[in-house]
């Protein structure tokens, strides 16, 4: 079942439009990514779906009800749709305890009791129950605010960049952590990230939003193999796009890297390959090392071709130097952009 | 994130706390309509107005350009300049804060009997505005990116030249925005100025006002010294916005930090520091306790002081909690909400802020004399003066405590299934009332200091601790005053300087 439907919404700040016509779907006891550049609209989609925010045109389903559209307006209170803030924004008046319990009024004394238990327990901070909000770390703040987030059991959970403030050796525990307990949980979550590793190592489905419209949604394997354009090829990671001319039955393509196989629409006029797709060896097409960028695992060598054009080779470990002949050979098929979408 | 259409029924209620609290404003206009035009000729192109303009002018540039001067040398000190105990040498510099002007000058007027004129007015007010500076360039200098000093002589520029480049246009805003508060304060001050017996507007209106024939002729003045203090008020607003504009980057800057120095500079600059302390409060204190060891002719009778201190009290706490009623939906409007009616009702709140007491008291016995007979000379009339003249520090607290509450908790409190209102009740109210609370004491603890509007409005038969030290002053029956002056200093003007400390010393936050 849909637990989230957005259909066809505008919105925006007095006469500046920022959402243009966004569609987005987001399965019951799913994770959706929505990933896009700052300023794109993802933060203002939130907002309207949260109810903090109206919707100038287009539909937003929460589960069976429609709460907002040109003729409804669900207040916040009344939507079941719970936020993370990117900072936790825990009640600092409030304990650990009292903050979880906080969505649970008008339940009896018992429920709510056993309901923030087992939040806490699900969130690992049971022995903090009675700690103020100060005296957590930033890291377990956020996991309180997802345990006050899922204690009502909303039909929906709004994650707002909830990592971005953490340092890089947290954030990557924490984010495995609250997938595991979204899914524990069965809640229905959408994610708002910037963060394009994230997305793709979280989330069920991502979905890409550039200027106030949803690109492309698909599952994090298919977005990043099969982009619906150069722009989202780009911004999901390192790419190398070149022209390409389909031969055949439209499973091969003549390119600046040799005639390769290809997917994707035959009217397409150029053809992704990621640079991991790209081999240096003693065969293929071949090119001069013009400069390489050291990750540790892997180094990003940049060739320039015969033709001119400089394409990103990954290789793991250290690449060889500037200057270098090398050879190279694409592994795989390239995907096939479709025309058009691109800038 | 500031919403921009606040609700229908907080704009309604901070509009008519606006509009009340510029009642005295307004109706100070509709009295003066009332004035003829011959009259207001007659009394602007008199001698004795030209020459009060002189004298009230003359005197605000005077003490401007001393405590300029002495607070920018005191704060530069205390900036970089090692000295034992700093904490307490800031403590020391902001305490003339504490003394009221009209105290002060007392403690010199039985020091130097007879001291009358300009120069004691100019010594005494100078040596109590000292902090009106002092604190404000003290924060900008803390905040200051000694940096940029130390990029200028890296560019070349010699060690004067790059101070100038590098700090001065950093302190620069906080400087002329504290001077025009003083200016402000000389402007507005009564006690000082009719004690010293020099003759300035606020002096002449209640003088005028005293006789008879002389009220359409206050009713001119006042509006002369409104006009100037707006003036004023116009001036400050534009420096500090112009400063505003100055800051850039995220200010993470290195400060300065205060360096060792040789003992002979040290001992001058201490000099430096204590001679603002001891003219307000250092010679004033100990010329009241000499003056207690004299003894009086007439005895100190215990009750009178007690009767005195709880009718301050009762009176400063019903204009503090009136004070609150007008300034919360003022305070929350300007915390969340922005526009340009948000901003008129934020400024109609603030009216108090450039009316001298004088003035706010001569209007609203106007007011009540011709509209509720009953309640002139009442209570209710004083209360409502405190209320209008320290509605700005209520409305400053209340915005402060209210913005500090992150909108972003009320939106969770929504989400997790709050209404509207509960969802405050539930988060902005348990978080800003402190606050606001220490806002609404802050205005009682200065409303007991307040000498002008409350020798005009105080109900017959009731006496403060403000006006039992001035009436004794006026019949040189100083060692009873001086009980009173020491009770004043003790239950209001010491806790209210602890209050308003950290506010103060960090510039409006």
């Given at each position: 079942m849909t637990a989230l439907e957005i259909t066809g919404v505008h919105a925006g700040y007095g006469d500046a439009p920022v959402l243009r016509g966004v569609d987005l779907l987001v399965a019951e006891h799913r994770l959706v990514a929505l990933l896009g550049p700052s300023g794109c609209g993802k933060t203002t989609l939130l907002r309207t779906v949260a109810g903090f925010h109206p919707v100038t045109g287009g539909r937003i389903r929460v589960g069976d009800r429609v709460v907002e559209s040109a003729a409804t307006r669900v207040p916040a209170h009344r939507r079941r749709v719970t936020i993370v803030p990117q900072e936790g924004s825990l009640f600092p008046h409030l304990d650990v305890a009292a903050n979880v319990a906080?969505?649970?009024?008008?339940?009896?004394r018992h429920d709510v009791a056993d309901r923030v238990q087992r939040m806490l327990e699900l969130v690992g901070l049971a022995e903090h129950r009675r700690r103020q909000p100060h005296e957590l770390s930033g890291g377990q703040q956020q996991r309180v605010a997802l345990a006050r987030a899922l204690a009502p059991e909303p039909d929906l959970v709004l994650l707002d960049e909830p990592f971005s403030s953490l340092d890089a050796q947290l954030r990557d525990q924490l984010r495995q952590d609250v997938r595991d307990m979204l899914r524990r949980e069965g809640a229905t979550a959408l994610l708002i990230t910037h963060d394009q590793q994230e997305a793709l190592s979280l989330a069920d489905e991502v979905a890409i939003m550039r200027d106030g419209r949803v690109r492309q949604q698909a599952d994090p394997a298919t977005l990043y193999a099969r982009p619906t354009d150069a722009w989202t090829a780009r911004f999901l990671g390192d790419s190398v796009v070149v022209d390409a001319r389909v031969v055949g039955a439209g499973t091969r393509a003549e390119t600046v890297l040799g005639t390769i196989d290809v997917t994707g629409p035959t009217d397409g006029r150029s053809v992704l390959v990621r640079p991991e797709q790209l081999r240096l060896g003693p065969d293929g097409v071949p090119g001069t090392i013009e400069r390489t960028v050291f990750h540790g695992h892997d180094s990003l060598a940049h060739v320039r071709l015969v033709d001119g054009s400089t394409v990103a080779v990954r290789t793991p470990g250290a690449a060889p130097g500037p200057g270098r002949e090398v050879r190279l050979v694409v592994v795989g098929p390239g995907w096939l952009l479709p025309e058009g979408g691109d800038d | 994130m500031t919403s921009t259409r606040p609700p229908l029924p907080l704009l309604i209620a901070a509009a008519a706390g606006a509009l009340v609290a510029s009642v005295p404003l307004v109706y100070l206009l509709v009295r003066a309509g009332e004035i003829g035009l011959d009259t207001f000729a007659d009394v602007l192109v008199r001698p004795r107005t030209a020459e009060l303009l002189v004298s009230s002018l003359g005197l605000a540039l005077a003490v401007c350009a001393t405590t300029l001067v002495l607070g920018v040398a005191s704060a530069w000190i205390l900036a970089t300049v090692r000295l034992p105990g700093h904490r307490w040498w800031w403590v020391l510099t902001a305490l003339p804060l504490a003394v009221p002007s009209y105290v002060a000058a007392f403690g010199w007027l039985s020091t130097v009997p007879g001291w009358s004129g300009f120069v004691p007015a100019w010594f005494v007010l100078s040596a109590v505005c000292v902090p009106y500076v002092a604190l404000p360039v003290g924060a900008a200098l803390r905040r200051a990116d000694a940096d940029l000093a130390l990029v200028a002589r890296s560019l070349g520029r010699g060690r004067w030249a790059s101070w100038r480049t590098g700090v001065l246009p950093q302190v620069t805003p906080a400087a002329g925005a504290g001077t025009l508060l003083v200016a402000l304060y000389v402007l507005s001050d009564f006690g000082a100025v009719a004690l010293l017996r020099f003759p300035v507007f606020t002096f002449a209106i209640q003088r005028q006002y005293g006789s008879f024939v002389g009220r359409d002729n206050a009713v001119v003045l006042a509006l002369v010294l409104v006009a100037l203090a707006l003036a004023v008020v116009g001036l400050e607003r534009w420096v500090r916005g112009r400063g505003e504009r100055r800051r850039i980057g995220s200010g993470t800057g290195r400060p300065l930090s205060p360096v060792a120095v040789a003992p002979v500079p040290t001992l001058s600059c201490v000099a430096v520091l204590l001679l603002a302390p001891v003219v307000a409060i250092g010679v004033p204190v100990v010329a009241l306790f000499r003056r207690l060891a004299q003894g009086t002719a007439r005895a100190l009778d215990p009750a009178d002081l007690l009767d005195a201190t709880v009718s301050t009290m009762t009176v400063a706490a019903g204009g503090a909690a009136l004070a609150l009623v007008l300034a919360v939906p003022i305070g929350v409007l300007a915390a969340r909400h922005r526009g340009v009616v948000v901003d008129a009702v934020e400024a109609g709140g603030f009216s108090g802020h450039a009316l001298p007491g004088i003035v706010v008291a001569l209007s609203l016995v106007y007011l009540s004399l011709r509209v509720v007979p009953s309640l002139y000379q009442g209570m209710i009339v004083l209360m409502f003066a405190y209320a209008v003249l320290f509605l700005p520090k209520a409305i400053g607290a209340t915005r402060t405590s209210v913005g500090q509450v992150p909108p972003a908790l009320t939106e969770v409190a929504r989400s997790l299934g709050r209404p509207p209102v509960a969802a405050h009740r539930a988060v902005t109210w348990p978080l800003a009332t402190p606050g606001i609370a220490a806002g609404g004491l802050l205005v009682m603890l200065t409303a007991m200091k307040e000498l002008p509007a409350t020798l005009l409005l105080r109900p017959t038969g009731t006496d403060t601790l403000a006006t039992e030290i001035w009436s004794r002053t006026s019949s040189a029956a100083y060692g009873a005053a001086s009980w009173y002056a020491l009770a004043l200093l003790l239950v209001a003007a010491v806790p209210a300087f602890w209050l308003s400390r950290p506010v103060t010393w960090d510039g409006p936050r």
């Open positions: 906080f969505g649970l009024k008008g339940r009896d | -």
